[in-house]
């Protein structure tokens, strides 16, 4: 179903991550006939370039980040495409940026920009009389790099529009099984009734990374796994999987139900969370080379152990784990429900469970391991298998295109749906929890563990599990 006509303005156009992601991605949208013919983007950033230059720019970024691109398609969502040289910090731009832009259309600014110019645009599209009351605005992580500084960046962007109007991705939220999570939940009898401390014992959330630092060394080494990742990530996979059902599944319902499980987080102690840092091997670079600073204390990895106090889950722990460097890039959401009260099957000694688990790369898709009989004359033998609950063979072929989260994120943007998006309220809660721990770090001067590059993570994190009788689910 196409969206209304609009016009999007990327500032920060000629980027990284909307070369990598934005553009292609509403390619996609355009193959898939979501974007009206009518609609446009206008890429505007610093450099001074021409409509054509622009167009140059997007045809290399989708022929390089889109598989099987079909030119007469990519040639007419060109004609879409439009550039303005602007600058953020002074006036050169604005003047032809508002003439361009239409009335009677849905406006949306993309701010891929660093944070630091978000209230420099929001302040000149206001006095260019550029935006209007239903304009929305699109901001990018980092959200602030504590609770002070989300603070301001909510303040400065309070000044200039409404919270219904600003989108906050974590494009995490945008990811089709993190979604499919949510109707899984709440669109079927059998878990929810079984989703709470008397049928689960734990909850694994893992996102590894197999590169490292990259190119990002300078940016990393000021923020951290725990800020770049924890804080919003996997704060938000953690409480899509801990919320109660909202009353319906609508942008301020679901984010109220979000908002009380982060409220609802304890302090997590010192001895209950590993700091990492990857070494060098084989040939590999170590973080400290990565980023060129041989005394660096920043963890490229994370674990630790959280407890959500409320009658939900009281007692059951959710073990939560990142990094950079490690052996295979994968993501996972595990909930390991309990042991079965008693086993009626004698001679069966292994520890049969359920799992339910979501993964989120490199593949999305989710399944269950249930316990069944092995097929054959050989007795009541029991075996765990995995049921494939992707569905794909059932959906059939049209629907295993799965669109890439920021081409989602980006289409509920143009039709004014914000369930996907954080709230200012959200992330402020979220450093809340976050600040003391990186507090307590500074003030003991905590140096975090070394570990093998391609490894799942430094001992210690194996052990934050072993003590409490459990294990980290394989990354693989
Ligand atoms: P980038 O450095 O590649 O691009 C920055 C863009 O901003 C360029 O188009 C540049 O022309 C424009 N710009 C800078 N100063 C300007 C000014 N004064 N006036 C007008 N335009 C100006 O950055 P990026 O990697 O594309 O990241 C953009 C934002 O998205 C950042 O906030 C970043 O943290 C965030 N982000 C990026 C990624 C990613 O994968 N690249 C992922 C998540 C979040």
């Known amino acids: 179903i196409p969206v209304e006509d609009f016009d999007l303005v990327v500032f920060g156009g000629t980027g990284d991550l909307a070369q990598r992601k934005i553009l292609p991605g509403l390619f996609r949208r355009y193959v898939a006939g979501q974007m009206p013919e009518s609609a446009r983007i206008i890429g505007a950033a610093r450099s001074d370039y021409s409509d054509g230059d622009y167009c140059d720019l997007a045809h290399d970024a989708i022929v390089e980040h889109v598989a099987d691109v079909d030119r007469d398609k990519l040639s007419a969502f060109l004609d879409q495409l439009h550039y303005i040289a602007i600058d953020a910090k002074g006036d050169k731009g604005w003047g032809e940026l508002k003439d361009l832009i239409r009335s009677d259309v849905i406006t949306a600014f993309y701010f891929s920009v660093g944070p630091s110019l978000f209230g420099d645009l929001a302040e000149r599209l206001h006095s260019h009389g550029i935006a209007d009351r239903d304009s929305r605005v699109v901001v990018e992580k980092p959200f602030g790099r504590d609770l002070e500084s989300a603070r301001a960046l909510n303040r400065t962007l309070a000044d200039h529009f409404d919270e219904r109007q ?16 949510m109707a899984v939940r709440f669109g079927n009898v059998l878990f929810e009734p079984l989703w709470n401390q008397h049928y689960v014992d734990h909850i694994q959330i893992t996102v590894a990374e197999e590169i490292g630092v990259e190119g990002r060394g300078e940016y990393y080494d000021r923020s951290g796994a725990m800020r770049d990742m924890v804080q919003n990530h996997l704060m938000q996979l953690l409480c899509l999987i801990a919320m109660e059902p909202p009353s319906v599944f609508g942008s301020d319902a679901v984010r109220d139900e979000k908002l009380k499980v982060i409220r609802a987080l304890q302090p997590v102690a010192s001895h209950e969370i590993v700091r990492g840092q990857y070494d060098g091997a084989d040939g590999m670079t170590s973080y400290r080379e990565d980023v060129g600073d041989p005394r660096s204390h920043t963890e490229s990895f994370i674990a630790l152990k959280v407890h959500c106090s409320n009658w939900r889950w009281a007692g059951v722990p959710f073990y939560l784990r990142t990094g950079k460097r490690m052996k295979a890039r994968s993501s996972e959401i595990a909930v390991t429900f309990k042991d079965l009260a008693h086993s ?25 391991q249930v316990t069944i009989k092995e097929p054959g004359p050989g007795g009541m033998r029991l075996i765990d298998v995995p049921l494939d609950m992707t569905f794909a063979d059932a959906l059939g072929p049209e629907n295993n295109d799965i669109p890439d989260a920021y081409e989602r994120l ?10 996907l998006f954080m709230r200012g309220d959200e992330v402020e809660a979220a450093w809340a929890w976050t600040d003391p721990i990186i ?13 093998d590059s391609c490894s799942a993570g430094p001992e210690d994190a194996m052990m934050l599990m072993h003590r409490d ?4 689910r394989d990354i693989k």
């Open 344 to 368: 009626i099957f004698p001679g069966d000694e292994a520890r049969h469970r359920n799992i339910l688990s979501i993964q989120l790369q490199p593949d999305e898709g989710m399944n269950l």
């Open 469 to 472: 009788g459990r294990r980290w």
């Open 410 to 419: 980006i289409m509920d943007v143009i039709r004014g749906n914000q369930t």
């Open 166 to 181: 600003i989108y906050r991705i974590d494009h995490y939220l945008g990811k089709e099984t993190v979604q499919n999570l």
């Open 439 to 451: 507090d307590g770090w500074e003030e003991r001067g905590d140096v975090p563990k070394p570990y």
